[in-house]
C-alpha cells in the first residue's frame, strides 16, 4: 500500500509523527505532500507537489489539522480522501483558544469549515468516540463512516530515563499550549491547597498562551511559593523533564472538548512510565482506569485534585503502580507500530 500524506499539517505533531511512523513499520510507503504557505499560495504548491505524485498512491490522507485541505484534496485526488478529523476546528477557535466570538462570521466560518469537510471526505478519523459522537450529533455525520485511531506517543522519544531530578522536593509536573480545556486555575488552587499542607509538595509548569501568563499572575497575587512557572521549553527537553517529575498533570478544565479528549501528555506520561493525574471524563475512561494506570480527579475542581496529588504521594506503591500499568497499557496498545497497523487496516477497508 502506498498512501499520500496530504495538507498544511506539520509533520512533527504528534498525532502526525506517530501515525506516518507507523505506517512506515507497517510497510506501508508515505508519499508526503505538504505545504503551510500563506494565502493561496500553498494550494499551488500543493497543486505542483501532488502533480508529481498523483499517479502513485493507493490512497489519500489529509493530515491533522487539515480540514481546510478536503476540499482541494478532492479536486486533486480521483482516489479516496480521509480526514483526520482529530480536533473540530470550530469547537477549538470557538471555546478552547477562544480566538473567535461565538455568535461571529468567523464562528461561522469555521463551523461550515468542519461541516464540508467531514462530510467531503470517504471517511472520518478520530481519536476518540466521543468525538465520532460529536460530530454526529452537530454535524449530523454518519457514525459509520468514521474510525477512531489512539493518538499515541513517538516511542523513539518518550520512554522511561532515569530521573535526574536534583531537588528532594515532590515534584508535580504540568506542560502544554494553554488552553480553556487545561483548567490551569485548578492546578493553582490545588498548589494554594497543598501549600498550606505539605510543604514538600512543589509544582512546575511548563507553558505558554496568554492564560499561562494570566496563571502566572493569578500565583503571585496570592503569593504562592509551591508553584514555578518555567516558560517555554524546547519540545527535546520534555522527556528529561517528565522523567524528573514524580506526578504528572494532565487537563482539567469542564469545556466540552475537555471530556471528550484523551490529551497528547496523556500518551507521552504514559509512555514514560510516570504517574498521570487527569480529570474524569468519557473520552479519558475510553483507554484508562481509575486508580490502574492513572488516577481520575473531578473536573474543575482544585481541591480534588490537590486530593489526589496527595492520595500518591502518600502511597509509594499506588504511585508505581500507576506508572507501571500506564507504561504497559502503552506498550500493549500505543506503540507507533500498533497504531500504524490498525490505521493501515482501516485504509484497507476504505479502500
Known amino acids: 500500500m502506498i498512501v499520500c500524506y496530504f495538507g498544511v499539517y506539520d509533520p512533527e505533531h504528534i498525532r502526525n509523527r506517530?501515525?506516518?511512523?507507523?505506517l512506515k513499520q507497517n510497510g506501508v510507503?508515505?508519499?508526503?505532500?505538504?505545504?503551510?504557505?500563506?494565502g493561496l499560495l500553498k494550494y499551488w504548491n500543493l497543486y505542483k507537489k501532488h502533480r508529481l505524485i498523483k499517479n502513485q498512491y493507493d490512497i489519500l490522507v489529509v493530515g491533522f489539522s487539515g480540514?481546510?485541505?478536503?476540499f482541494f484534496a478532492k479536486l486533486l485526488s480521483n482516489k479516496k480522501v480521509v480526514l483526520d478529523a482529530m480536533v473540530p476546528l470550530h469547537d477549538a477557535m470557538v471555546y478552547n483558544h477562544r480566538q473567535v466570538k461565538k455568535i461571529s462570521l468567523k464562528a461561522i466560518y469555521y463551523w461550515l469549515l468542519d461541516y464540508t469537510a467531514v462530510h467531503m471526505a470517504d471517511a472520518v478519523m478520530t481519536d476518540t468516540v466521543e468525538h465520532i459522537k460529536f460530530y454526529n450529533k452537530n454535524f449530523g455525520l454518519n457514525k459509520k463512516k468514521c474510525f477512531r485511531i489512539f493518538v499515541g506517543a513517538d516511542d523513539s522519544i518518550f520512554y522511561p530515563r532515569k530521573s535526574n531530578k536534583t531537588v528532594s522536593k515532590f515534584l508535580v509536573e504540568f506542560h502544554g499550549f494553554v488552553y480553556a480545556e487545561h483548567g490551569i486555575d485548578y492546578i493553582i488552587e490545588a498548589a494554594r491547597i497543598l501549600g498550606e499542607k505539605d510543604r514538600d509538595i512543589c509544582f512546575d509548569m511548563i507553558g505558554a498562551s496568554r492564560q499561562y501568563d494570566q496563571a502566572k499572575v493569578k500565583a503571585e497575587r496570592l503569593a504562592l511559593k509551591n508553584i514555578h512557572f518555567l516558560g517555554r521549553k524546547k519540545f527535546a527537553e520534555i522527556p528529561q523533564i517528565i522523567a524528573d517529575s514524580d506526578i504528572c498533570l494532565g487537563l482539567f478544565g469542564v469545556t466540552a472538548k475537555a471530556k471528550r479528549v484523551i490529551p497528547c501528555k496523556g500518551f507521552e506520561i504514559a509512555a514514560s512510565r510516570r504517574a498521570y493525574i487527569n480529570a474524569d471524563g468519557p473520552g479519558m475512561r475510553e483507554l484508562f482506569v481509575d486508580g490502574e494506570n492513572c488516577l481520575l480527579c473531578q473536573p474543575a475542581d482544585g481541591a480534588s485534585l490537590a486530593e489526589a496529588i496527595l492520595k500518591i504521594k502518600n502511597n509509594t506503591g499506588l504511585k508505581d503502580k500507576i506508572a507501571d500499568n500506564a507504561y504497559k497499557l502503552f506498550k500493549e496498545k500505543l506503540r507507533?507500530?500498533?497504531?500504524?497497523?490498525?490505521f493501515k487496516d482501516k485504509l484497507k477497508k476504505v479502500l
Do not use: T
Open 29 to 38: 510507503k508515505v508519499l508526503e505532500c505538504r505545504d503551510n504557505s500563506a
Open 18 to 22: 506517530v501515525l506516518i511512523a507507523g
Open 336 to 342: 507507533p507500530i500498533i497504531l500504524g497497523k490498525k
Open 67 to 70: 480540514q481546510v485541505a478536503v
